[in-house]
């Protein structure tokens, strides 16, 4: 049902002279008296011509004034409104759900929930874990909305999936949305199986080469034979310099072979390749390799359960955390069971599965030189900020390129400027942060796509790869260097004290 958020200051009585102008007629409205004098809970007005009925819902708490529109010509009544009545954008109520004042908070995630915005699933569950109970409630049950909204439309058009399979499931949400979409299917119940069926040949048809890919798999997986075709069909190619590295299309392109063996003969696809059909299964024979780390990838949701319990050198900010006096943004990065290397990853990164002892908070960004020395002036540290000369060099971006020695004195002065440990982090640590808990190569998938400077990781870091490598250290306080040119989040050598690598600081 097609719905519009009207702005919050927009009177009913404006709103009733708009409607009238664009030819709805009022049928009847609620009969009890509204809380607020002129502003009625409950109207209900009709567009003759069209067949369409439009149902006004005003919370007067939170000031959420929702038009909800039925009938066949819904989408294009919608429209037409929309271009005559203030209403408020995704962008707007993304800004409402980071509000700190709680009507505010939550006018933006009963929007949210009202225009089913999968997309900001990333906010919502931000405020989950919100100081206010009241917010925290409602964060949740929003989550829980959100989540739950796309495949009950799945179940919905399961049965209608003809000449319009793939357009609907592109609807609902960017690819990073309809990727992770995908992959929690294997955890859904039986009674579940028709709108899993509709997503994964919808994935079988999507833009995105990675929906594609997982598509792929989980139709073995589900051992849903009717798409054999449709697999044997695919192409995983994209542009030049975007899509899968050429190991990975290499892996892609077997898999292929053998999901359309296993669909119609397993004891023929298992003669051919029992490791990947394992690996298909999502079973180990103890084997990690790269097809494994690739079929895990494709097929694992993403996990970043556990909110932290913020120490009292961390605050909370209305898009995250920050440190409490310097105010330099943080992230944090929990405690999640991870695969990290690659299968040739050498003696630095070997491939492994770790679980972290506990989570962590990581500067959203490498330091910069003028956001560094804005920050020691607002713990008040003006000496500091004037007469730290580290014997380092800014690079063209702002970044700190610094010694390893330069380093530990800059992690130190920012551990006393906070009164807490501040230090360099962990290769491990490190890595986590970049890649999340699903192995992927890249911080934001396992495509080289546009613009990949801009893109976060999954904990909503930036710019950890494509540029200059970062300083970590090992438990024997060996310096490692991580990331750099190559946008992978697995690179990391030994480094040594001299070098000139950015910082990236983490506290407990």
């Known amino acids: ?93 993304a800004d409402l759900i980071r509000e700190p004042a709680a009507t505010q908070c939550l006018l933006g ?19 989950t874990d919100d100081t206010d109970e009241l917010i925290a409630q409602i964060a ?48 859904l119940d039986a009674a579940s199986r028709p709108g899993v069926e509709w997503l994964l040949r919808s994935g079988l048809h999507d833009a995105d080469p990675e929906v594609r890919a997982t598509a792929m798999l989980l139709c073995a997986r589900l051992a849903l034979d009717s798409e054999r075709e449709t697999i044997r069909r695919l192409s995983f190619t994209t542009r030049e310099q975007e899509g899968f590295s050429p190991i990975a299309l290499e892996h892609l392109r077997h898999l292929q072979e053998v999901v359309s063996t296993l669909l119609v003969d397993r004891p023929q696809a298992f003669a051919r390749d029992p490791h990947a059909v394992r690996c298909l299964e999502g079973k180990s024979d103890g084997v990690f390799d790269a097809l494994f780390v690739l079929v895990h990838t494709l097929t694992t949701p ?10 009292a050198h961390v605050v909370r900010t209305a898009t995250g955390y920050a440190l409490a006096r310097t105010k330099l943004a943080l992230c944090y990065v929990a405690p999640v069971p991870c695969w990290l290397g690659a299968p040739d990853g050498g003696v630095h990164s070997p491939l492994r599965r770790t679980v972290p002892q506990a989570g962590f908070f990581i ?28 014997t380092s060099h800014s690079e063209p971006d702002g970044d700190l390129a610094l010694s390893h020695s330069d380093a530990l004195i ?11 440990p501040i230090v360099l982090p962990g290769p491990d ?18 495509l080289l796509e546009p613009n990949p400077q801009r893109r976060l990781s999954p904990w909503a870091v930036a710019g950890m790869t494509g540029g200059q490598a970062e300083w970590t250290q090992s438990t024997d306080g060996a310096p490692i260097a991580c990331g750099g040119p190559t946008w992978t989040c ?19």
């Open 1 to 93: 049902m097609p719905s519009l958020v009207v702005d919050p200051g927009v009177s009913y009585t404006r709103l009733a002279g708009r409607l009238r102008a664009l030819d709805f007629v009022w049928l009847r409205e609620a009969q009890t008296p509204p809380l607020l004098a002129g502003e009625p809970e409950f109207v209900l007005w009709a567009h003759e011509a069209s067949g369409t009925r439009l149902a006004y819902t005003f919370n007067p708490v939170v000031m959420l004034r929702v038009l909800n529109f039925e009938g066949p010509a819904a989408s294009s009544q919608r429209t037409q409104v929309a271009a005559f009545v203030p209403h408020l954008t995704v962008d707007e109520i």
């Open 109 to 127: 995630l009963f929007a949210a929930r009202e225009l089913r915005l999968a997309i900001l699933l990333p906010l919502v569950h931000q405020r």
């Open 140 to 187: 949740n049950e929003v989550e829980t909305a959100l989540l739950d909204a796309p495949l009950q439309h799945a179940q919905q058009v399961a049965s209608n999936l003809r000449v319009e399979r793939d357009a609907p499931f592109a609807l609902l949400g960017d690819a990073q949305l309809r990727r992770q979409l995908l992959r929690q299917t294997p955890s």
């Open 302 to 311: 993403l996990s970043l359960a556990g909110a932290p319990t913020l120490p």
């Open 363 to 390: 500067f959203e960004t490498a330091l910069k030189t003028s956001a560094l020395l804005a920050a020691f002036a607002r713990a008040g540290e003006r000496d500091l900020a004037s007469s730290w000369q580290p």
């Open 410 to 420: 800059l992690t130190a002065a920012l551990s006393r400027v906070e009164g807490a």
């Open 429 to 446: 640590q490190w890595e986590l942060a970049a890649r999340g808990s699903d192995a992927r190569r890249y911080p934001w998938g396992n």
């Open 490 to 508: 697995f690179e990391r050598r030994g480094a040594t004290p001299t070098e000139r690598l950015a910082l990236r600081p983490v506290t407990r």
